[in-house]
């Protein structure tokens, strides 16, 4: 009689065991699609990649579909086809965001250029002139990337950034990008101009 209730055991713990299995895969299916992993089913790409909170398709779907977000809130971006390169100044975590920073070759020194850093940049707060720059750290918020996977800001899409006061504007030719107080600067393939 032992051996036989240590078979029926045996047998029924797998069973047990694939019962908590189960329970766990349901919890965990019921995790994704509260976290919106599942809202993506039946959707076609284009649906799927305008909604897509991050990376590339954030700004714009690169199958070159004509559905992407008038207004793209991400750190780095690019335009002109890589020629310029602007996003969020670093700030610490308790602190927000103030600067944008932008970097193209275009963009000459500043009147009275430290020593050291590199030329072709520019700052803008959400009050007062651009600021050119040198500078030689990495000084946006958004980690380090290759350009080459930065998303790019579409053909009339706005960007802005929570309160920083900036936006700015792509088209074939040109980045603009305007504070508050209307200041300002324009850089296209060939130059820079502040506002």
């Keep these: ?22 329970a766990v895969a349901l919890v965990a299916l019921a995790v994704l699609l509260a976290l919106g992993f599942g809202s993506f089913a039946g959707r076609s790409q284009a649906d799927a990649s305008a909604s897509s909170p ?6 714009g779907d690169r199958s070159g579909s004509a559905v992407h977000r008038r207004t793209s809130h ?3 971006w690019k335009a002109l086809d890589g020629k310029v390169i602007c996003g ?27 020593p050291d850093g590199d030329p072709g940049f520019v700052f803008l707060s959400g009050n007062g002139r651009p600021d ?22 579409r053909v009339g899409q706005k960007w802005s950034y929570r309160r920083i006061g900036v936006a700015c504007r792509a088209n074939r030719r040109k980045v603009v990008c305007v504070n508050r107080s209307r200041h300002g600067f324009v850089i296209t393939k060939r130059r820079y101009r502040s506002l």
């Design 1 to 22: 009689m032992e051996a036989h209730h240590e078979s029926t055991a045996a047998m029924t713990e797998p069973r047990q065991w694939n019962s908590s299995l189960s």
């Design 54 to 59: 991050v990376g590339a398709r954030a700004i």
């Design 74 to 76: 991400v750190l780095l």
């Design 88 to 114: 969020v100044v670093f700030h610490l975590q308790n602190q927000p965001a103030s600067q944008i920073l932008c970097q193209a070759r275009v963009i000459p020194p500043p009147a009275n250029p430290p």
């Design 132 to 153: 050119r720059a040198m500078i030689s750290p990495y000084t946006w918020q958004a980690p380090p990337r290759s350009p080459k996977f930065l998303p790019t800001l």
